[in-house]
């Protein structure tokens, strides 16, 4: 559900029961979580769901649109450092540390999610354990995505880091190929540099490059990924 449109409470439960995280759960777990959702009203552009410091108060299933994921590491930030797409969780670290927030959560174009409170979180996690060890793989993907990362952004060469950080907005950088023939990325150029180390004057040198060669078409505050699965297959296979 990429198009900024409103669902009802079953339609969006429908969707993100077949997300990549709830479709690994047991059939009744899984219906325990969703029957404790609430489909929470359009955000607009620009509204956030939570900032940095805000109490814990649950986690969020995206159902459309797109939310930005912002961080402030030691004293600099906030910064963008991710996008929330379409079927993905967030929320629970804060929820398993019993501290603040880590991160802000803002929508990036009018966008829905389903919100899960903290009070059933818990009555659902202390009920049925199983629960925690969803907890725990949500938690370890999100280790092996910041691996990725940090290895993305070590990387020698300039184009490669900004394809892999397309990639890792776009939701494909590893995993399954995306079912989408293109994806529509909320990035300017000054966002780009930050999430591949480079200055926005090579972001702009290597995504006309990308351009011409097929992957990628932009305009203002808007970056396209049209051939998502060809560009992640250039990444694998071009040189350092």
């Not at 449109?5 to 969703?34: G, K």
């Not at 952004?153 to 300039?158: D, Q």
């Not at 490669?160 to 994806?183: E, F, M, S, T, Y």
């Amino acid at each position: 559900m990429t198009d900024p449109i409103e669902v009802s409470a079953n339609e969006a439960r429908a969707f993100l029961a077949t997300s990549y995280w709830l479709r690994e759960f047991p059939d009744d777990l899984r219906e325990s979580l969703l029957a404790s959702a609430r489909l929470l009203p359009l955000f607009d552009r620009g509204k956030r769901v939570y900032n940095i410091g805000d109490c814990p108060n649950g986690i969020y299933g995206v159902v459309s649109g797109c939310f930005g994921f912002e961080v402030a590491p030691q004293e600099e930030g906030p910064q963008l450092i991710h996008q929330l797409r379409p079927g993905i969780w967030f929320g629970e670290l804060a929820h398993v540390l019993e501290r603040p927030r880590l991160a802000a959560v803002y929508a990036t174009r009018p966008s829905q999610c389903m919100w899960v409170p903290a009070q059933a979180l818990d009555n659902l996690l202390h009920s049925d354990p199983r629960l925690w060890k969803f907890f725990a793989l949500a938690l370890a993907n999100a280790t092996v995505f910041a691996f990725t990362a940090i290895n993305d952004l070590i990387g020698a060469s300039p184009k490669r880091r900004v394809a892999a950080a397309l990639l890792r907005v776009a939701g494909c950088r590893d995993g399954p190929v995306l079912d989408q023939d293109v994806v529509e990325l909320d990035l300017t150029h000054g966002n780009l540099a930050l999430l591949s180390n480079c200055s926005r004057s090579t972001v702009a040198q290597y995504l006309k490059e990308l351009e011409t060669e097929g992957f990628v078409s932009f305009r203002y505050g808007r970056i396209i990924v049209t051939e998502p699965t060809a560009l992640r297959q250039w990444l694998q296979t071009a040189p350092e």
